[in-house]
């Protein structure tokens, strides 16, 4: 199996930025698709950004530009670099893998901007 250990969040202020890391162990050479989610309160879980094992990725338009998502194979890693907060942003995010087809997730991290 495969878990995933999700680290980085932390409050930031307005334009601030912030690196997401999600640290995968187990059966890490099992896994095709890493992503992150993040759920604000009240509203329902999102797609962030999305990274295939040959590094195709993928983002929910509104954050193209802000957001950059990056894998490093070797340590099972994958990273989320988010620029340009805004309160908006605040979320608890949540890593994401596709292990032999099955749907593994991260117990999240919490990201807050506020002033």
């Known amino acids: 199996q495969v878990q995933l250990v999700e680290s980085g969040g932390g409050l930031v202020q307005p334009g601030g930025s912030l690196r997401l890391s999600c640290a995968a162990s187990?059966?890490?050479?099992?896994?095709?698709?890493m992503a992150w989610y993040r759920q604000a309160s009240g509203k329902q879980r999102e797609l962030v950004a999305g990274?295939?094992?040959?590094?195709?990725?993928n983002y929910a338009d509104s954050l193209k530009g802000r957001f950059t998502i990056s894998r490093d194979n070797t340590k099972g890693t994958v990273y989320l670099q988010m620029s340009s907060l805004n309160p908006e942003d605040t979320a608890l995010y949540y890593c994401?893998?596709?292990?032999?087809?099955?749907?593994?997730w991260g117990q999240g991290t919490q990201v807050t901007v506020s002033s």
């Open positions: 994401y893998a596709l292990s032999t087809g099955r749907p593994r």
């Open positions: 187990g059966s890490v050479y099992s896994i095709s698709y």
């Open positions: 990274i295939t094992s040959m590094g195709r990725t």
